[in-house]
């Protein structure tokens, strides 16, 4: 049983943010649900995609964000409810057809939830999406507790379906990822005929006269959010400063004032619904304040747009200009993700209050600590993983071939292939598909001299997601280079959803396999199929493939480590003799844990030899293969 | 039962693989279901396993706090592995921190390949006494390893958290949550686990799993 349907009106559960966006959309009684998974948003589709038998509902993962926000828009026209959710990078991908959708509008609720990663904890920026519904001219929510992710999810729903426009909602790293207390609304339990209706078409042209459409859908929802009960001031009646706050920084701002004790000289007003902003509702209470300070995630969104509605009170309130403080100012900081030291930061900057966190001789000492014997835990691939091995043939292949070769990364586990772990090969790092993207344009600079080889990888979810084209693109204009797909039969990085290759639907049913293998072949380019256990085979292979002309495919294929333990025992058991191990006078230099760095395998530096850690070696057998005195032994389990 | 701090802050640190954010979502369901509010702010990268996970529990009666845990505020640190116990004291510890680690260390990446230092049992204990109020150290994995696998030592240091009275619940709070979670053949199994934890404090034979700062509990 899922807490997201959990059927008990009024009840107080523990929910982490992205169930109780997914709880907000059941409630709003939603039927279809799409999305590409994308840390930290992946939760929001996954946990519809379990109840949806038991919902009713239709739940898909995409092949990518553009392609879900069609699926979710296409109920829409046919008068359901739908939401799609994404990571910022996704709604990239996906704004090609928002910036559409918002043209031709919409008939049932539709929302958009994107989750922005401040801080990147797992993205390759830090990018603020809320622009984009400037941008767009779309309604935007911003959650700052997990009541407000349930409750705004299903309150934009009703506000898309009566505006007939798709409304956005964004969250972030810290309320996808965290969890706490949801009220629980009714569940509905009556469900729509989806009908298109053939006489109201969804067109956007004439463009201009949608386009003033939008902005009379626009000022509608500035009305009502003049009056809506997610926007508030809390504090004195008339604060030394006030505080324009959304998102996470409510509850950052409102800890900061505490901890200073700043009750009685600080207010907060609380924006969540951060576009249109409410003109009115801010210019009244601009006017409590001379001071006023932003605290908001991670570009000066909301700063810069009262800001615009100041400029225009200062005439019509005929009030003095307002001190800002934020970050144009450098008091709120312009990168990373916000928390409460940071606010407190702010407000003894702006007020002079004195603030002390801990004993400074503590403070002093406990650092010294941590730089002196704490060591850092860096990420690294999982033992067994079979992007270290096909790693490790690029390694050595490109070595071999020695024209100073190099790989072009993408967006995945093996991302990792930048650091030490995935050899430093990677040499670029771009979107979903750049890898292979670059590579094209890499391989058509031949006619000027180019002759370094180059080396694409991918993963199975990724050549679905945008690398597809990359290679159509190859084949069309006859560039030159290897693209190697790690074909690990999920995708792994974001929780081992499934994909078009894997046979599974989102919502567990099987389906027809679509195959890359056959793919590849039928676009005319050569496809060679390889177990990348086989190191000395997959060094081979790729050797050869760098002579060659033209676009080559070599398809790696292995089931991602972590899913192979789940049904299958390890093939071998590994230990090292240590008679053969002859340590440092060997003169490999340590190869099997200083450079293949599998988990499994530990230099002892008490006898200064390797050894093999039971707890952690999963028996793939890889690394006999890597030692040059054949110490590495492995036995059938 | 009340907190004698509102709110009551929290760090559960460890490895990712160890059972983190599942010990976290059970304190947390056990304290919601007692009326208490609660913020769980979960940080970890992406699935690959070996990076350092960090679960912070704040409890409050008055509010829904903020995700993370202002600098030097925490009260109470659950160490499932030990020098991660020590990397979250640089930020969040203080003189009056209570810490209950776990003694069994996962090596990380660099110091299994030679490049990097690990600190030996007793300099750990050495310093967690010193940077804090009161310590306590559970041989949990070995206990765990015991009832049959590792992966139970995250139950064993939450019934040993409950033992110290350390958060506002009972045995019995955790053993319901634990029944609503876990399916019945792995039922039985975590009820142990619980209790071993649990008779780590109140049993003078469970003591021998255990160090600790003060004969005090």
């Known amino acids: 049983m899922s807490i997201i349907n959990l059927d008990a009106p009024g009840r107080t559960v523990l929910m982490m943010g992205n169930e109780a966006i997914a709880r907000g959309a059941l409630e709003a009684g939603i039927q279809v649900a799409a999305a590409y998974p994308g840390t930290p948003s992946s939760e929001i589709i996954g946990s519809l995609a379990e109840v949806a038998e038991s919902m009713g509902i239709y739940v898909e993962w995409s092949v990518n964000e553009k392609l879900a926000l069609e699926v979710a828009g296409s109920a829409s026209m046919a008068g359901l409810r739908s939401i799609t959710a994404m990571k910022q990078n996704g709604l990239n991908v996906a704004s090609d057809y928002l910036f559409t959708l918002t043209m031709t509008g919409v008939k049932g609720g539709i929302v958009l939830v994107v989750c922005d990663d401040p801080s990147s904890h797992s993205s390759s920026n830090e990018q603020d999406s809320r622009a984009f519904a400037r941008i767009g001219d779309i309604p935007l929510f911003e959650p700052s507790s997990f009541q407000e992710a349930k409750d705004m999810t299903q309150y934009a729903l009703e506000l898309s379906e009566e505006l007939k426009t798709v409304v956005m909602l964004r969250g972030v790293t810290r309320i996808s990822h965290a969890r706490g207390n949801v009220t629980l609304g009714n569940l509905p339990k009556l469900k729509r005929q989806p009908k298109f209706d053939t006489a109201s078409p969804f067109h956007y042209a004439p463009v201009l006269q949608k386009h003033s459409l939008l902005h009379d859908k626009l000022a509608k929802a500035k009305e009502h959010f003049e009056t809506s009960s997610f926007n508030g001031y809390e504090g004195p009646d008339c604060p030394d400063l006030m505080i324009i706050t959304s998102g996470t920084g409510v509850a950052y701002t409102r800890e900061a004032i505490t901890l200073t004790g700043l009750e009685d000289r600080v207010g907060i007003l609380k924006i969540g619904t951060t576009w249109p902003l409410p003109e009115r509702l801010i210019g009244r209470q601009l006017t409590r304040a001379q001071k006023v300070m932003f605290v908001e995630e991670v570009d000066p969104f909301l700063e810069s747009n009262v800001k615009e509605i100041s400029a225009d009170l200062i005439f019509a309130l005929e009030i003095a200009p307002r001190i800002f403080y934020g970050k144009r100012s450098g008091h709120i900081p312009m990168v990373g993700e916000l928390n409460t030291d940071r606010v407190v930061d702010a407000l003894q900057k702006v007020l002079g209050t004195p603030y002390d966190p801990r004993d400074a001789t503590y403070s002093k000492r406990v650092w010294e600590v941590n730089k002196e014997f704490v060591p850092e835990r860096v990420l690294g691939f999982c033992p067994g993983c079979p992007h270290r091995a096909s790693l490790w043939a690029i390694k050595n292949a490109l070595k071999i071939d020695d024209r100073d070769g190099f790989l072009t990364g993408d967006i995945g586990c093996y991302a990792l292939a930048r650091t030490a772990s995935g050899f430093s090969l990677a040499k670029t790092a771009g979107a979903m598909g750049s890898g292979t993207g670059l590579a094209c344009g890499f391989g058509k600079l031949r006619q000027f001299g180019f002759d370094q080889p180059v080396v694409s990888v991918c993963g199975d979810s990724t050549f679905f997601h945008a690398a597809m084209p990359a290679l159509v693109n190859a084949q069309y204009n006859r560039s030159n280079f290897v693209m190697c797909i790690l074909d690990n039969n999920t995708t792994a990085m974001t929780g081992f959803q499934s994909h078009p290759g894997v046979g599974l639907n989102a919502m567990g049913l099987p389906g027809p396999v679509v195959d890359i293998e056959s793919i590849c072949r039928s676009l005319g380019v050569k496809v060679e199929v390889h177990d990348p256990f086989d190191l000395k085979g997959g060094i081979e292979i790729l050797a050869r493939l760098f002579q060659e002309e033209g676009v080559k495919v070599l398809i790696l294929k292995r089931k991602c480590a972590l899913l192979r333990l789940k049904d299958e025992n390890p093939p071998y058991k590994i230990h090292i003799d240590p008679e053969k191990c002859i340590g440092e006078e060997c003169g490999c230099n340590r190869i099997c844990t200083r450079v293949f760095r599998c988990p499994g395998i530990i230099w002892d530096t008490e006898v200064q030899k390797s050894k093999v850690d039971e707890v952690i070696c999963v028996g793939c057998g890889v690394c006999t293969d890597i030692c040059p005195n054949g110490a590495i032994i492995k036995e059938e389990a | ?217």
């Open chain 2, 1 to 217: 039962m009340f907190l004698n701090k509102d709110p009551l802050n929290l760090i559960i640190t460890g490895v990712g693989g160890q059972g983190n954010v599942l010990a976290s979502q059970l304190l947390g369901n056990a304290l919601v279901a007692k009326d208490f509010f609660v913020t769980i702010g979960e940080t970890y990268g992406a699935s690959q396993r070996g990076g350092p996970v960090m679960s912070h529990l704040r409890i409050s009666k008055k509010a829904q706090c903020s995700p993370l845990i202002p600098q030097g505020k925490a009260d109470i640190i659950l160490g499932l592995e030990p020098v991660e116990a020590l990397r979250v004291m640089g930020n969040y510890g203080n003189p009056h921190i209570v810490i209950v680690v776990n003694s069994r260390p996962i090596y990380p990446l660099d110091v299994t390949v030679g490049n990097a230092k690990y600190p030996n049992a007793q300099i750990i204990w050495s310093l967690l006494t010193e940077l804090s109020h009161k310590a306590y150290m559970l041989d949990a994995t070995d206990m765990a390893l015991r009832l049959g696998t590792p992966i139970l030592a995250n139950i064993i240091m939450v019934g040993t958290l409950v033992a110290l009275e350390a958060v506002p619940l009972t045995q019995e709070d955790l053993a319901g949550i634990i029944r609503e979670t876990f399916p019945a053949n792995k039922l039985e199994i975590n009820l142990r686990a619980l209790q071993m934890g649990m008779d780590a404090i109140k049993k003078p034979e469970g003591r021998n799993n255990l160090r600790r700062t003060s004969l005090a509990l």
